[in-house]
C-alpha cells in the first residue's frame, strides 16, 4: 500500500491544480477554472509506544470539472493514483457552480516514527 506522500505526489503528476481543502482567492493567484483537484485528509494517530505509531489517514481527493464528468480524467485518476489503493467513487453535479466533483474516499493505514507528520 502506498504511502500519503506518494498519493499526493502522483496526484501532482496528472498536471492539474491542486490545492488542499481549497483554493484561496488573492489578488495574484485566483481560483482556478476547473477541472482541478482538491485534497482533505483526516489523521488519527495510534498505538504510540514512545518510538513506532500507527497513523490513520481517511482521505479525500475530489476532482472538479466543467459542466459535465469527464471519463478521461477520472480514469487517469484511477489508473495513475490510485491503481493501488481501494477507494469509494462518489459523483454529484454542483448546478450552483456549473460544475461536477467526483470523490475519491478512502483510508491509508502507515507506520510512522514518533515526530513524523502525516496529512
Same mark, same amino acid.
Given at each position: 500500500?502506498?504511502?500519503?506522500? =506518494? *498519493?499526493?505526489?502522483? !496526484?501532482?503528476?496528472?498536471?492539474? %491544480? ?5 483554493? /484561496?482567492? #488573492? ?32 482521505? =479525500? *481527493?475530489?476532482?472538479? !470539472?466543467?459542466?459535465?464528468?469527464? %471519463? ?5 485518476? /484511477?489508473? #495513475? ?39
Amino acid at each position: 500500500m502506498p504511502t500519503w506522500e =506518494t *498519493i499526493l505526489q502522483r !496526484t501532482k503528476k496528472i498536471g492539474l %491544480p491542486v490545492a488542499r481543502e481549497s483554493f /484561496e482567492k #488573492t489578488n495574484k493567484t485566483p481560483v482556478p477554472d476547473p477541472p482541478y483537484i482538491v485534497w482533505l485528509a483526516d489523521v488519527r494517530r495510534r498505538g504510540d509506544d514512545h518510538r513506532n505509531r500507527i497513523a490513520e489517514i481517511d482521505a =479525500t *481527493i475530489e476532482l472538479y !470539472t466543467d459542466r459535465r464528468p469527464d %471519463p478521461d480524467l477520472e480514469s487517469k485518476m /484511477e489508473e #495513475t493514483v490510485l491503481f493501488d489503493v481501494e477507494y469509494e467513487k462518489q459523483q454529484e453535479k454542483i448546478s450552483s457552480e456549473d460544475m461536477v466533483q467526483t470523490a475519491y474516499n478512502f483510508l491509508l493505514i502507515e507506520k510512522c516514527r514518533r515526530g513524523e507528520r502525516h496529512g
